[in-house]
Nanobody, 120 residues
Framework: QVQLVDSGGGLVQAGGSLRLSCAAS????????MGWYRQAPGKQRELVAT???????NYADSVKGRFTVSKGNAKNTVYLQMNSLRPEDTAVYYC??????????????WGQGTQVTVSS
């Protein structure tokens, strides 16, 4: 069994910053990809940023230059540094990971979500 625990959300004024954290634990052989998605009320869940095990990153156009995804020093952790936050960034943010539980068996997992609210 694999668990993702994400945290770090909160209420911040426009222009402010927040840092989200995600830690994966359980029966993990290796993780090939970790990242963040978000879902605003009445909208579909959308990709925010991802990072591969090799360190390659991918960002949604709406967050490029403001958000940074990075791997933590602790194994199987990922962060999302969010700067210059805007009211439209308000959403529940979910950690996501492609986890190999054996050499050849991969499954996708989600965190429980953390609320980010940006006030104008």
């Amino acid at each position: 069994q694999v668990q993702l625990v994400d945290s770090g959300g909160g209420l911040v004024q426009a222009g402010g910053s927040l840092r989200l954290s995600c830690a994966a634990s359980g029966s993990i052989f290796r993780i090939s990809l970790m990242g963040w998605y978000r879902q605003a009320p009445g909208k579909q869940r959308e990709l925010v940023a991802t990072i591969t095990s090799g360190g390659s990153t991918n960002y949604a156009d709406s967050v490029k230059g403001r958000f940074t995804v990075s791997k933590g020093n602790a194994k199987n952790t990922v962060y999302l540094q969010m700067n210059s936050l805007r009211p439209e960034d308000t959403a529940v943010y979910y950690c996501n990971a492609d986890v190999f539980v054996t050499l050849n068996r991969v499954s996708n997992y989600w965190g429980q979500g953390t609320q980010v609210t940006v006030s104008s």
